[in-house]
């Protein structure tokens, strides 16, 4: 280990460079916490062994120091990290509290250093022997209704007799009885008043907990009345709703004009009365006059506020009020103050475009009303336009472009709204509390011309979603509605004609998709925290079952037995995917995310396939990087052609260890795996449906590197991968790493993370 450590040239004379920290203990369950305690740690490493830092660091070390090996080492470089006994000292103290804090009052630690040359490996010997465990837990409360409260909710605790002693489970019970109280209406109290004591007494090694819930300090009267101060439970006496709150504006008087409802009391927006329905924010308020002060209802508030996007700032305030009700209960006054956002806004954008090689250029405008019906409703409607220079399809020499440069054009409206509640048919009475549901209606329409074909599609959907929970959400679409019409220019239609594939005609006629859509979230991701967390994404999809049981007087039938709606022929399929993610934080310089995607296609009934523009593709920039976007697949076949390569069943997989460079200068290295294959195998190609004898061998297989820029606001990304396993190949041949050229490498340029 030590001779392989990286080099020492850096190093000075009488020092020694950390190569590693050894830790040697019978209490193996502890050993992460023990490495968090560490006050020293080794050089990082990218890939899990490599110390590329120190090794640029060193490079430039032992060059003349220019400004560029200056900016090297103080950049991408990192200083080697030298033994520091002082260090290794407080470690070992730091250690010993660890154990006691976990139970092992009689642990012993110890350190030693090995050196060689100029090189060091520290160990740390730590003996826990027997540890405490939990014996009992007592209460020790005066208060007869915090006490009460308590034990009705003992069940809940987080010390159980027999579990080992621990000062972090402490803590959380005296979180979770702070929590409890302050959501109970005990507006004034806090942990601070709340301790512990430990009896470790015991000759079994167990500890005996005894919780100690103190009253407040007595006031001056109360000390001469000789009265027991208790603390009181708090009322929200008054709430007001100030709509023109301005932080800047300290000393700003609050505009007398003010209207009641349900007794909230509003002071509106100075320019507008009526800016919003009353009614509208309340629902998003769960903090209710005369009802018991609670930290959970204000924090919710807080977040539903915000999450209505009409708001800059949402600030809530309680001042106290003198003397207390009827029952003896302190009076409040919140203070709800929120200061709103431009009502309306636009934008335009321009930007170059590269779609698989194809250049271009595109523009749009996107106007925002972010308060439609006075209910923080959003109305959005873009418009969005590109020219661009496509690859013929067609074997045509002399190509028109009709549009200078340029032989594509794209243009389409689209207007959505989105209300933030339930509309009908999702309304549900007495759900004030359903996590943020948001209803939204869209409706768009899009037009495509090249010279092969004019394309255009018209589509509107209607959709439901809400949290279940802190980390589910669920999406569900009744119905959405896509009709897409196709005129083909003669010389490309005959051209299709001829290739004699019925699958890839069936993707050049026109379409009517009426499908339902249900689709579930989950994501424990936590913003802010390094951790390990999960991403899943369920959808099941529906199309042509409504259409089927119309009678048959309202459909025609075509030549291929098929049911018309209007002289097209509608889709009819079932389509479930997922999308399953794990990532793993190392630390925080480097991470891995693994990843596995799915999804089958089935037609049936008035299909005989999965319309192509649901169905699946492999390769590209967020997919298996080693081909270009939709030139993978189906199975082992020979892409002759230009046109995009589709399937009914897909499966692919991508491991990517992430690692920083400098600063916002981000590594990666990753393999991509999977494909696409036809259930259907209408159009006789041979190795395009799935087998089960072939399945493992048409797996193809990419490898590469990448390099990004993370900007805080947007992340830039640039993926150079390279063809591992290519099933296009003959069987025997279809792994070819080893045999790659630099100009075999694919470039995939992005915006934002692959997953």
Same mark, same amino acid.
């Given at each position: 280990?030590?001779?392989?450590?990286?080099?020492?040239?850096?190093?000075?004379?009488?020092?020694?460079?950390?190569?590693?920290?050894?830790?040697?203990?019978?209490?193996?369950?502890?050993?992460?916490?023990?490495?968090?305690?560490?006050?020293?740690?080794?050089?990082?490493?990218?890939?899990?062994?490599?110390?590329?830092?120190?090794?640029?660091?060193?490079?430039?070390?032992?060059?003349?120091?220019?400004?560029?090996?200056?900016?090297?080492?103080?950049?991408?470089?990192?200083?080697?990290?030298?033994?520091?006994?002082?260090?290794?000292?407080?470690?070992?103290?730091?250690?010993?509290?660890?154990?006691?804090?976990?139970?092992?009052?009689?642990?012993?630690?110890?350190?030693?250093?090995?050196?060689?040359?100029?090189?060091?490996?520290?160990?740390?010997?730590?003996?826990?022997?027997?540890?405490?465990?939990?014996?009992?837990?007592?209460?020790?409360?005066?208060?007869?209704?915090?006490?009460?409260?308590?034990?009705?909710?003992?069940?809940?605790?987080?010390?159980?007799?027999?579990?080992?002693?621990?000062?972090?489970?402490?803590?959380?019970?005296?979180?979770?009885?702070?929590?409890?109280?302050?959501?109970?209406?005990?507006?004034?109290?806090?942990?601070?008043?709340?301790?512990?004591?430990?009896?470790?007494?015991?000759?079994?090694?167990?500890?005996?907990?005894?919780?100690?819930?103190?009253?407040?300090?007595?006031?001056?009267?109360?000390?001469?009345?000789?009265?027991?101060?208790?603390?009181?439970?708090?009322?929200?006496?008054?709430?007001?709703?100030?709509?023109?709150?301005?932080?800047?504006?300290?000393?700003?008087?609050?505009?007398?004009?003010?209207?009641?409802?349900?007794?909230?009391?509003?002071?509106?927006?100075?320019?507008?009365?009526?800016?919003?329905?009353?009614?509208?924010?309340?629902?998003?308020?769960?903090?209710?006059?005369?009802?018991?002060?609670?930290?959970?209802?204000?924090?919710?508030?807080?977040?539903?506020?915000?999450?209505?996007?009409?708001?800059?700032?949402?600030?809530?305030?309680?001042?106290?009020?003198?003397?207390?009700?009827?029952?003896?209960?302190?009076?409040?006054?919140?203070?709800?103050?929120?200061?709103?956002?431009?009502?309306?806004?636009?934008?335009?954008?321009?930007?170059?475009?590269?779609?698989?090689?194809?250049?271009?250029?595109?523009?749009?405008?996107?106007?925002?009303?972010?308060?439609?019906?006075?209910?923080?409703?959003?109305?959005?409607?873009?418009?969005?336009?590109?020219?661009?220079?496509?690859?013929?399809?067609?074997?045509?020499?002399?190509?028109?472009?009709?549009?200078?440069?340029?032989?594509?054009?794209?243009?389409?409206?689209?207007?959505?709204?989105?209300?933030?509640?339930?509309?009908?048919?999702?309304?549900?009475?007495?759900?004030?509390?359903?996590?943020?549901?948001?209803?939204?209606?869209?409706?768009?329409?899009?037009?495509?011309?090249?010279?092969?074909?004019?394309?255009?599609?018209?589509?509107?959907?209607?959709?439901?979603?809400?949290?279940?929970?802190?980390?589910?959400?669920?999406?569900?679409?009744?119905?959405?509605?896509?009709?897409?019409?196709?005129?083909?220019?003669?010389?490309?239609?005959?051209?299709?004609?001829?290739?004699?594939?019925?699958?890839?005609?069936?993707?050049?006629?026109?379409?009517?998709?009426?499908?339902?859509?249900?689709?579930?979230?989950?994501?424990?991701?936590?913003?802010?925290?390094?951790?390990?967390?999960?991403?899943?994404?369920?959808?099941?999809?529906?199309?042509?079952?409504?259409?089927?049981?119309?009678?048959?007087?309202?459909?025609?039938?075509?030549?291929?037995?098929?049911?018309?709606?209007?002289?097209?022929?509608?889709?009819?399929?079932?389509?479930?995917?997922?999308?399953?993610?794990?990532?793993?934080?190392?630390?925080?310089?480097?991470?891995?995310?693994?990843?596995?995607?799915? $999804?089958?296609?089935?037609?049936? &009934? @008035?299909?005989? !396939?999965?319309? =192509?523009?649901?169905? *699946?593709?492999? %390769?590209? /920039?967020?997919?298996?990087?080693?081909?270009?976007?939709?030139?993978?697949?189906?199975?082992?076949?020979?892409?002759?052609?230009?046109?995009?390569?589709?399937?009914?069943?897909?499966?692919?997989?991508?491991?990517?260890?992430?690692?920083?460079?400098?600063?916002?200068?981000?590594?990666?290295?990753?393999?991509?795996?999977?494909?696409?294959?036809?259930?259907?195998?209408?159009?006789?190609?041979?190795?395009?449906?799935?087998?089960?004898?072939?399945?493992?061998?048409?797996?193809?297989?990419?490898?590469?590197?990448?390099?990004?820029?993370?900007?805080?606001?947007?992340?830039?990304?640039?993926?150079?991968?390279?063809?591992?396993?290519?099933?296009?190949?003959?069987? $025997?041949?279809?792994?070819?790493? &080893? @045999?790659?050229? !630099?100009?075999? =490498?694919?470039?995939? *340029?992005?915006? %934002?993370? /692959?997953?």
């Amino acid at each position: 280990l030590l001779s392989g450590c990286a080099a020492t040239k850096s190093v000075p004379d009488g020092k020694h460079l950390l190569c590693k920290n050894t830790i040697k203990t019978d209490s193996p369950e502890l050993k992460e916490n023990f490495i968090t305690v560490i006050k020293q740690k080794p050089n990082r490493k990218i890939f899990g062994f490599i110390r590329f830092h120190l090794s640029v660091y060193n490079f430039a070390f032992r060059g003349k120091e220019t400004k560029f090996n200056h900016w090297l080492k103080n950049t991408v470089g990192e200083e080697p990290v030298l033994v520091d006994t002082l260090k290794v000292r407080k470690s070992t103290e730091q250690l010993l509290t660890l154990m006691q804090n976990n139970g092992y009052f009689n642990a012993t630690v110890s350190d030693s250093i090995d050196y060689y040359k100029k090189k060091a490996i520290v160990y740390y010997f730590i003996t826990g022997r027997q540890p405490y465990t939990f014996k009992k837990l007592n209460y020790d409360i005066s208060d007869s209704l915090i006490r009460k409260l308590v034990l009705n909710n003992d069940s809940l605790t987080v010390i159980h007799p027999g579990d080992n002693y621990s000062s972090s489970k402490l803590q959380t019970e005296r979180d979770r009885i702070n929590n409890l109280l302050r959501n109970s209406g005990f507006a004034a109290f806090n942990s601070q008043y709340i301790r512990f004591l430990v009896d470790t007494s015991f000759s079994n090694h167990q500890a005996d907990i005894t919780m100690v819930i103190a009253n407040p300090n007595p006031t001056p009267d109360q000390l001469k009345n000789n009265i027991t101060p208790r603390h009181l439970l708090g009322v929200n006496k008054k709430i007001s709703i100030d709509m023109d709150y301005e932080p800047i504006e300290i000393n700003r008087v609050t505009i007398n004009d003010s209207a009641i409802f349900n007794d909230y009391v509003f002071f509106p927006n100075r320019d507008s009365l009526f800016l919003y329905k009353f009614s509208r924010l309340t629902d998003h308020i769960y903090i209710t006059p005369n009802s018991l002060y609670s930290q959970e209802d204000i924090d919710l508030t807080y977040q539903r506020l915000a999450d209505l996007g009409v708001f800059r700032f949402v600030n809530i305030k309680y001042e106290p009020l003198e003397g207390t009700d009827s029952l003896g209960r302190s009076q409040y006054h919140c203070k709800i103050m929120l200061s709103p956002q431009m009502r309306q806004s636009y934008k335009f954008e321009a930007e170059g475009t590269n779609s698989g090689g194809n250049l271009g250029i595109s523009g749009s405008f996107v106007y925002r009303n972010k308060n439609l019906f006075r209910g923080a409703e959003l109305l959005e409607f873009k418009i969005k336009g590109g020219l661009e220079i496509q690859r013929s399809l067609t074997n045509q020499e002399n190509q028109s472009y009709k549009f200078g440069l340029f032989n594509t054009f794209e243009f389409g409206p689209e207007i959505s709204i989105s209300f933030p509640r339930a509309l009908w048919p999702f309304t549900i009475r007495n759900a004030r509390k359903v996590s943020n549901p948001i209803t939204s209606v869209s409706l768009g329409y899009n037009v495509q011309s090249r010279p092969e074909y004019f394309r255009r599609l018209a589509n509107l959907s209607y959709y439901y979603t809400k949290r279940t929970s802190k980390y589910n959400r669920f999406y569900f679409y009744p119905a959405e509605i896509n009709y897409l019409k196709v005129d083909l220019d003669s010389v490309f239609n005959r051209q299709l004609l001829s290739y004699n594939n019925i699958n890839l005609i069936n993707s050049y006629t026109d379409k009517l998709i009426i499908n339902g859509r249900f689709s579930y979230l989950y994501n424990n991701q936590i913003v802010g925290k390094a951790g390990n967390f999960t991403f899943f994404r369920f959808n099941i999809e529906f199309a042509g079952n409504s259409l089927s049981l119309l009678p048959t007087s309202t459909y025609k039938i075509s030549e291929t037995n098929s049911r018309l709606i209007g002289n097209v022929k509608y889709a009819q399929y079932i389509r479930p995917d997922f999308d399953f993610r794990y990532y793993i934080n190392f630390n925080k310089t480097s991470s891995l995310v693994t990843r596995l995607v799915s $999804g089958i296609g089935y037609a049936y &009934g @008035n299909s005989t !396939l999965v319309p =192509f523009e649901k169905a *699946f593709y492999a %390769g590209g /920039p967020n997919d298996i990087r080693a081909w270009r976007s939709r030139s993978l697949g189906p199975g082992s076949t020979v892409t002759t052609d230009l046109f995009q390569q589709f399937g009914e069943f897909k499966i692919t997989g991508n491991v990517e260890y992430r690692f920083n460079l400098y600063k916002f200068l981000k590594g990666a290295v990753f393999t991509d795996f999977g494909n696409i294959w036809l259930l259907n195998d209408a159009a006789k190609k041979p190795g395009e449906t799935i087998q089960f004898k072939s399945f493992g061998d048409e797996i193809a297989i990419g490898s590469g590197i990448g390099i990004r820029g993370d900007f805080t606001f947007f992340i830039f990304r640039l993926d150079a991968a390279l063809k591992m396993k290519d099933p296009s190949k003959p069987v $025997g041949q279809r792994w070819i790493a &080893g @045999n790659n050229n !630099l100009t075999d =490498f694919t470039l995939n *340029f992005g915006i %934002g993370y /692959p997953f």
